[in-house]
């Protein structure tokens, strides 16, 4: 189920791709952003898109998507759920190759369990490409310079970011340390799909948390509407 569940993600990323490069984001990193989302939101994601967030094909506007308030902050959070999607699949396998980086993070001297090591990372990971992306979308309706960017990019998305990751962690916690060990005598490692499965759900968590954050920053003007 949970290798199903994964190449069926993989599948809806694919068809997004080649969407996307029909029918070009106005904001070019949506380009980037929406097919990643689809690695953790699958099906739902791709309805969402297909209703949403398609931009209409060269030449015509008669089919843009619609951008109430609600779909707007449920693009941004998803926004800033691809920015963490990438920094938790860099994070782990990165610790797959090398596990040394966990005491880098903290293990041994900060954390005693590998685990908050390897989310550490992920966050750290997550918070700078989420920054990034958020870059990337604010200093061109801004009309921001780098540096200008990069601090309303920070101020934009850390609580986003920060609310995405409480509600993922969250999940994979439960899962880590209470439903693995009781289904399967363990916790799952970054190698099985099932420790994917449950990121994929995690993530799905994430967005709930960070929805309201994303409405309360985008009514206050910090973040703007997508």
Same mark, same amino acid.
């Given at each position: 189920? =949970?290798?199903?569940?994964?190449? *069926?993600?993989?599948?809806?990323? #694919?068809?997004?791709?080649?969407? #996307?490069?029909?029918?070009?984001?106005?904001?070019?990193?949506? /380009?980037?952003? +929406?097919?990643?989302?689809?690695?953790?939101?699958?099906?739902?994601?791709?309805?969402?898109?297909?209703?949403?967030?398609? =931009?209409?094909?060269?030449?015509?506007?008669?089919?843009?998507?619609?951008?109430?308030?609600?779909?707007?902050?449920?693009?941004?959070?998803?926004?800033?759920?691809?920015?963490? $999607? @990438?920094?938790?699949?860099?994070?782990? !396998?990165?610790?797959? @190759? *090398?596990?040394?980086?966990? %005491?880098? !993070?903290?293990?041994? +001297?900060? +954390?005693?369990?590998? &685990?908050? %090591?390897?989310? $550490?990372?992920?966050?750290?990971?997550?918070?700078? &490409?989420?920054?990034? !992306?958020?870059? !990337?979308?604010?200093?061109?309706?801004?009309?921001?310079?780098?540096?200008?960017?990069? *601090?309303?990019?920070?101020? =934009?998305?850390? %609580?986003?970011? $920060?609310?995405?990751?409480?509600?993922?962690?969250?999940?994979?916690?439960?899962?880590?340390?209470?439903?693995?060990? @009781?289904?399967?005598?363990?916790?799952?490692?970054?190698?099985?799909? #099932?420790?994917?499965?449950?990121?994929?759900?995690?993530?799905? #968590?994430?967005?709930? $948390? %960070?929805?309201?954050? /994303? +409405?309360? *920053?985008?009514?206050?003007?910090?973040?703007?509407?997508?």
């Amino acid at each position: 189920m =949970a290798t199903v569940s994964l190449l *069926l993600a993989a599948l809806c990323a #694919v068809l997004v791709l080649i969407d #996307v490069i029909r029918r070009p984001q106005p904001m070019a990193v949506m /380009n980037v952003v +929406w097919p990643i989302t689809m690695l953790f939101g699958s099906v739902l994601w791709l309805a969402f898109y297909r209703a949403k967030g398609r =931009a209409p094909l060269r030449g015509r506007d008669d089919d843009a998507p619609d951008r109430s308030m609600r779909v707007s902050v449920a693009v941004g959070a998803s926004h800033c759920g691809a920015g963490c $999607t @990438l920094g938790d699949i860099v994070g782990e !396998f990165a610790l797959v @190759l *090398l596990p040394g980086l966990a %005491a880098v !993070f903290g293990l041994g +001297w900060l +954390w005693p369990d590998r &685990i908050f %090591a390897a989310w $550490t990372l992920d966050f750290v990971l997550a918070f700078a &490409i989420g920054i990034v !992306f958020q870059y !990337f979308s604010i200093a061109p309706m801004r009309g921001l310079g780098l540096w200008a960017g990069l *601090l309303a990019a920070i101020k =934009a998305d850390t %609580a986003s970011i $920060t609310s995405w990751q409480v509600g993922m962690y969250g999940l994979m916690a439960v899962g880590q340390f209470w439903l693995f060990p @009781l289904w399967f005598g363990g916790r799952a490692e970054a190698t099985s799909p #099932v420790f994917w499965l449950l990121m994929q759900l995690a993530m799905i #968590v994430g967005f709930g $948390t %960070a929805y309201p954050v /994303n +409405w309360l *920053l985008v009514r206050r003007g910090v973040k703007e509407k997508m």
